[in-house]
C-alpha cells in the first residue's frame, strides 16, 4: 500500500464499510481493562493481547487503520514481524495517539484541556518516519452545572486544530476527536447542544489554521442521552439528530467521520451506526472509531490465557464484520 498523501489515506480508512480499531489505551486505561479480567498490567501482557487481535481474521476487509499508544508502534511479535506489519498485511493502517491526557482547564475546574502540543512537530517527525499513516488527539467535554463552559470548548477546539496542522505537515492525517461525555443524567438535547458547540467552534478552528479537510476524518460522540437519563431516547431519535447535528455544523468536504463508541453497549454502537446509514443523504462516510465496542467481548474471552486466543478472535472478528454492515446500513439484529 503506497499511500502518500494525506487525502489518499483518509478515504482509504474508511473504504467499502472499512473503520477503525481504537487500540491505543495508556498503559494506566490498559489496566484498568485488564483488571476487569484479572490480568496483569505488564508490557508482555499488553503486547500479547494486542498482537492476538491484530491477527483475528477478521480484521480484513472490516478494518482501515488502528490506533496504537507509542508503546505498540515499536513493539514486535515473538515471531519477529513489528506488529505494525501484522496490521498492515491485514490491509490496514498504523496509526497513533499523539496528545498527552488531561489536564484540569482551570486550576480546581471540573473542565479539562487537552495536553501535548509541545515537542508535538518532533513527536510527528518520528511517528512518520516509524510509517504511522495517522494521528488522534481526544478533546473531552463535560456536561453538568455550568458546563461546558464557551472559553472551554474554544481552547480545546483551538488545541485539535493545531495539532491537526502539525500532524499533516508530518504528512499523517489527523483525526480530531471532541468527545462530548456520556457521564451524567442529561438528556439528548442537552447532548445536542454542547456537540453543536464543539464542532461549529472546531471547524472554524480548522479552516484558521489552514487544515485540509479534505486529509482529515472527525471522530465525534453520537447524539445521545447521558448514561442516568431518566427517559433515554430511542435508536431512531439518536441516528436522525446525530445526522442533524453533523449535517448542521461540519463541512461536506470531510471524507469521514468515524464514531467513537464512549461506554455505549457492543450492539447499541453498532444499531445506531447502521440506524444512521439507513437514513442516508449526507456526503461523509459514516464509520466507527471504536475501542470498547470493538474489544470488550474479545477481552472477556480472551482472559490472559493464549488457549483463548481463537474465541477472543472470533469475538473481535464478529464485532468488526457487524460494524462493517452498519457502515454500510445492511446490518440487522438477526445477524448478530
Ligand atoms: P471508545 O470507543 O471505547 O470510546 O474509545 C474510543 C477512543 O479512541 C477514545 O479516545
Known amino acids: 500500500m503506497s499511500l502518500n498523501n494525506v487525502e489518499d489515506i483518509a478515504k482509504y480508512i474508511v473504504s467499502n464499510g472499512k473503520g477503525i480499531l481504537a487500540a491505543d489505551e495508556s498503559n494506566p486505561t490498559c489496566g484498568k481493562r485488564f483488571d476487569s479480567i484479572n ?20 480484521m480484513e476487509g472490516n478494518i482501515g487503520g488502528v490506533i496504537l499508544f507509542d508503546e505498540t508502534l515499536r513493539q514486535s511479535s515473538d515471531d519477529g ?19 498527552k491526557g488531561l489536564q484540569p482547564f482551570k486550576e ?11 515537542g508535538l512537530n518532533e513527536r510527528c517527525k518520528e511517528y512518520d518516519e516509524l510509517g504511522a499513516k495517522f494521528t488522534k488527539w481526544r478533546a473531552v467535554i463535560k456536561i453538568g452545572d455550568d458546563m461546558p463552559s464557551q ?16 500532524a499533516q505537515d508530518n504528512n499523517m492525517v489527523p483525526i480530531v476527536e471532541p468527545e462530548v461525555l456520556m457521564d451524567g443524567d442529561h438528556d439528548i438535547d442537552a447532548c445536542f447542544e454542547a456537540s453543536s458547540k464543539c464542532l ?8 484558521k489554521e489552514g487544515v485540509n479537510i479534505k486529509g482529515t476524518l472527525l471522530k465525534p460522540n453520537m ?8 427517559n433515554p431516547s430511542p435508536t431512531q431519535e439518536i441516528a436522525e439528530k ?10 461536506s468536504e470531510l471524507p469521514g467521520v468515524t464514531f467513537l463508541s464512549g461506554g455505549q453497549t457492543d450492539i447499541e454502537a453498532t444499531e445506531r451506526l447502521d440506524a444512521m446509514n439507513k437514513l442516508g443523504g449526507f456526503p461523509w462516510k459514516l464509520s466507527f472509531s471504536y475501542g470498547r465496542a470493538l474489544q470488550q467481548s474479545a477481552l472477556k474471552a480472551w482472559k490472559g490465557n493464549p488457549e483463548n486466543s481463537i474465541l477472543a478472535q472470533e469475538a473481535l472478528s464478529k464485532r468488526a464484520h457487524m460494524n462493517r454492515l452498519a457502515s454500510e446500513g445492511r446490518w440487522s439484529s438477526e445477524l448478530e
Open 242 to 251: 446525530t445526522v442533524k447535528c453533523l449535517s448542521e455544523n461540519i463541512s
Open 81 to 99: 514481524r513489528l506488529l505494525k506489519e501484522i496490521i498492515t498485511e491485514a490491509g490496514a493502517l498504523p496509526g497513533i495517539k499523539v496528545d
Open 223 to 230: 447524539i445521545t442521552h447521558g448514561f442516568d437519563c431518566p
Open 108 to 118: 480546581g475546574s471540573e473542565e479539562v484541556l487537552t495536553q501535548g502540543l509541545d
Open 39 to 58: 490480568v496483569e498490567n505488564n508490557e508482555l501482557n499488553r503486547r500479547n493481547y494486542r498482537e492476538m487481535l491484530f491477527k483475528s481474521e477478521g
Open 151 to 166: 472559553e472551554c470548548i474554544d481552547a480545546n477546539m483551538s488545541a485539535l486544530a493545531k495539532y491537526a496542522k502539525i
Open 200 to 207: 461549529t467552534s472546531l471547524f472554524n478552528h480548522l479552516n
